[in-house]
């Protein structure tokens, strides 16, 4: 119940949505003798407010807090045991219809984690990510996933599939029901920087102490990260993903899935 109702809420609160809405909504309302001059207003709020977050660096403000919140990781020579890679970064049904991985903008969640696994050739390899939508089941990602590691050359023995979460709490749910690590053991979670303080705080709630592996970064080091965009469609997609972490932050807490509001290191 809710996964469902938090698809459904986030359709219809999405910035982008929301926004387009608004300019459509004044301009229905503009079209009648009664509201044209509201409707008006409306349209026209709602197309200056599209192009002033689609250009100005509003949600690259709101997506650095989350993305410096743990800092990237340094490796200071100590084993590790296991690296934990979420799902969120390939199109699964896309992937089986073609017979090739397809990747989405978060690629990097995959690459760095074959990195890691070359690194550490030891360490064993969760992937978790299922399918879903709001209607039914969709293809899962984590199968894959391990079937494009497998072909690179990564040992299937190392490869462990967790295929039935659809949330990021679920994420940690079902990772702690297939691994329970060995006192002292590390194991490294691999997600978006952006994404790291939320998953963070439902694998500590899951009785999981891991290390956190931050990769996809959205904005740049330093006055780069608060540039304006070339593209209003660019400026709308970070804004959609920031006001989205930072929704789900929200309701995690107030749920119970994660212990702190903004977890930390």
């Known amino acids: 119940m809710f996964y469902l109702a938090s698809k459904?809420?986030?359709f219809f609160a999405t910035p982008s949505n929301l926004l387009a809405s608004l300019v459509l909504l004044g301009i229905v309302l503009g079209m009648t003798k009664r509201c044209r001059r509201l409707g008006q207003g409306i349209a026209l709020s709602g197309a200056l407010a599209l192009l002033a977050f689609g250009l100005l660096p509003v949600s690259s403000a709101l997506?650095?807090?989350l993305e410096e919140r743990f800092p990237a990781f340094r490796d200071d020579g100590r084993?590790?045991?296991?690296?934990?890679l979420l799902g969120g970064a390939?199109?699964?049904s896309d992937s089986l219809s073609r017979g090739s991985l397809a990747a989405n903008e978060s690629a990097e969640r995959v690459l760095d984690t074959l990195t890691l696994a070359r690194r550490y050739p030891k360490a064993r390899i969760l992937i978790s990510g299922g399918g879903g939508t709001v209607f039914g089941d969709g293809a899962a990602e984590a199968p894959v996933i391990a079937a494009y590691l497998e072909g690179v050359g990564i040992?299937?023995?190392?490869?462990?599939?967790?295929?039935r979460s659809r949330t990021t709490a679920e994420n940690a749910t079902f990772t702690r029901a297939l691994i329970d690590p060995a006192k002292g053991e590390r194991w490294?979670?691999?997600?978006?920087?952006?994404?790291?303080p939320r998953a963070m705080g439902v694998f500590r709630k899951a009785g999981l102490d891991v290390v956190a592996y931050p990769v996809d970064y959205r904005t740049g080091a330093g006055e780069d990260a608060l540039r304006p965009f070339a593209f209003v469609s660019d400026g709308l997609r970070r804004l959609d993903v920031a006001a989205k972490e930072w929704a789900?932050?929200?309701?995690?807490?107030?749920?119970?899935k994660t212990p702190a509001l903004l977890p930390a290191p």
Do not use: F, N
């Not at 040992?155 to 295929?163: L, Q, T």
């Not at 490294?188 to 790291?196: N, P």
């Open 8 to 10: 459904i809420a986030w």
């Open 63 to 65: 997506l650095k807090p």
């Open 79 to 84: 084993p590790v045991d296991g690296i934990i």
């Open 90 to 92: 390939v199109e699964a």
């Open 155 to 163: 040992d299937p023995a190392r490869i462990v599939v967790e295929d």
């Open 188 to 196: 490294l979670l691999v997600t978006s920087a952006w994404h790291m």
């Open 248 to 256: 789900g932050l929200v309701a995690y807490y107030a749920a119970g």
